[in-house]
């Protein structure tokens, strides 16, 4: 029996983003603890009286993103959001907080993180109805999982 030219796409979909998402899924502990003390920073600067607010302290966002691992983190954290709009069908708002944690990714040269992004990137066109700008990201995304050896 023949599958449905959909369903196939579908399933191609499905497979390509749970073998790229690996990789970030992994490290969500380490961005929950990043996620986490900065929520924490945030709260305790507010605590500050305003004549403390003049002297110019750096922002932890700010100084995470001076950094290779803190930049990572900011893109991990894009991808997320990302991951949650999609789920809560904001397809448009997921395609741009993925392109941004793309742009990150490239920046760092993370190519796992560019795979994965990539192929959200794929997955909201998909939403969308542009089935041919869908392909064109889940074949980038393929690329860079053969270069990378990722195998699920």
Do not use: C
Request: avoid cysteine.
């Amino acid at each position: 029996m023949r599958l449905p030219r959909f369903s196939i796409t579908s399933l191609v979909t499905f497979l390509i983003v749970l073998i790229l998402n690996l990789d970030v899924g992994l490290s969500s502990v380490g961005k929950a603890l990043d996620t986490h003390e900065l929520n924490l920073t945030t709260q305790l600067s507010s605590g500050y009286p305003l004549g403390y607010q003049n002297h110019n302290f750096p922002l932890k966002s700010e100084v995470l993103a001076q950094n290779p691992d803190g930049r990572k983190a900011e893109a991990d954290r894009l991808n997320e959001e990302g991951i949650e709009q999609y789920n809560t069908s904001q397809f448009g708002e997921a395609l741009k907080s993925w392109q941004a944690a793309l742009t990150i990714y490239q920046e760092i040269k993370d190519r796992g993180g560019e795979g994965a992004a990539l192929a959200n990137i794929g997955l909201a066109y998909h939403s969308l109805g542009n089935y041919s700008k869908a392909i064109e990201y889940y074949q980038q995304s393929l690329n860079i999982a053969r270069e990378i050896n990722n195998r699920l």
